[in-house]
């Protein structure tokens, strides 16, 4: 442990977080590090890393790595006491090949970084009705995914099934496959037309039981979201509940911390990134950001080109300019995701300017 006595001047601390201890460095206003420690990743760790922190002087803000994994206890600890958490992301790899890994340097890394301005978001802050959507929905993500295993095993079963249950099973709709296989009762396992039987009840049983759990968490998200989604936000084309959650939940419980519509849609994965070199111009498609929330930017597209006039337009416009569909959606979410902050964050966003790394075309 590193220590050095308390400052005049303001502070500022970084926390490398982990399942079972987090480590802490506190740096003053021009980088030195005034103090190294390790901390119990529990309540009493978190009162304790505060007072170790403001021990050495007036504590500005904390960067906090992992504020959505192991850090979301102590960023909510610390931002109930009043301190600016600040969101650091992983560090440069390049850095870290070059000056090696440990967890005092990453804390040192996550302290600069909020002290240069490198790391300067607002995490969520997970408090309200947003962040009980984000809980269910991430149930019923998985619930969504082992029944769509449990139906292609299903199907892949009657493929290779003996010729009697193939031909009874092969061609039908996946409701109704597994309609007939849950009323199996199938005989001597030694027989593989029974044995084939058996499995194929399991799992229409399985599929039944897990729609079951998605119907559940549905209907037991749809007031969460009617509570938690501004005025108007629903009554938007192509906005339902699923959709609604999933940008809300990009958005978080705090959605004024967003700077401007244009951080907004980088949090969404639509906005295009500056790969500009030489005499070249260009941008290239953002793969980063929230991909649920892509996705339901990608919903809300695809439906409106089917049934709204001014969408159908557009793309007809921009098909005889030579562009392609993928690249026509890819700005139709950019615009979409404009109107989505604009309802999500109204008059209660913030009055800066974006960032210039913010600013981008639709």
């Known amino acids: 442990m590193k220590t050095m006595l308390k400052q005049d001047g303001p502070v500022i601390g970084g926390v490398d977080t982990h399942k079972d201890a987090h480590m802490a460095v506190v740096i003053d206003e021009v980088g030195r590090v005034l103090g190294t420690k390790a901390f119990a990743a529990d309540a009493k760790g978190y009162v304790a890393l505060l007072s170790w922190m403001t021990g050495y002087g007036e504590l500005s803000k904390v960067g906090v790595e992992g504020t959505g994994s192991y850090g979301a206890g102590l960023a909510r600890h610390l931002r109930a006491q009043g301190v600016a958490v600040t969101e650091v992301v992983r560090p440069n790899r390049q850095m870290r090949r070059r000056r090696g890994k440990s967890d005092p340097t990453d804390a040192e890394a996550a302290a600069r970084a909020a002290l240069n ?3 300067s978001g607002e995490p969520r802050s997970r408090d309200g009705a947003v962040e009980a959507v984000r809980a269910l929905r991430v149930a019923r993500r998985s619930a969504l995914k082992a029944r769509t295993q449990a139906a292609n095993q299903l199907r892949d079963l009657a493929v290779s099934a003996p010729e009697a249950l193939r031909a009874k099973l092969i061609d039908l709709p996946t409701d109704e496959r597994v309609e007939v296989a849950a009323r199996f009762r199938p005989g ?3 027989d593989p ?5 058996a499995a194929m009840r399991s799992l229409a049983l399985r599929y039944q039981a897990l729609s079951a759990e998605v119907a559940r968490l549905e209907e037991a998200m749809l007031p969460l979201v009617a509570e938690a989604a501004p005025e108007g936000l ?4 192509g906005v339902g509940p699923q959709v609604a959650a999933a940008l809300l939940g990009t958005a978080g419980d705090n ?3 967003l700077r401007s519509e244009a951080s907004f849609a980088a949090l969404c994965g639509t906005s295009p990134v500056d790969a500009s070199s030489g005499k070249h111009a260009r941008h290239r498609l953002n793969r980063g950001g929230d991909r649920q929330a892509n996705s339901a930017l990608w919903r809300v597209v695809f439906t409106r080109m089917s049934c709204d006039p001014r969408t159908k337009a557009y793309f007809e416009r921009r098909t005889k300019e030579g562009k392609t569909k993928r690249e026509i959606m890819r700005c139709l979410k950019r ?3 404009r109107e989505m902050y604009k ?3 109204g ?5 800066s300017p974006a960032r210039p790394q913010d600013l981008v075309a639709a």
């Open 343 to 345: 309802c999500i964050v």
């Open 347 to 351: 008059d209660n966003g913030p009055k």
């Open 234 to 237: 629903l009554a938007k084309q």
């Open 335 to 337: 615009y979409v995701a």
């Open 255 to 257: 959605p004024s911390r």
């Open 193 to 197: 037309a029974e044995a084939t039987k």
């Open 117 to 119: 301005g490198d790391a």
């Open 188 to 190: 001597r396992l030694t």
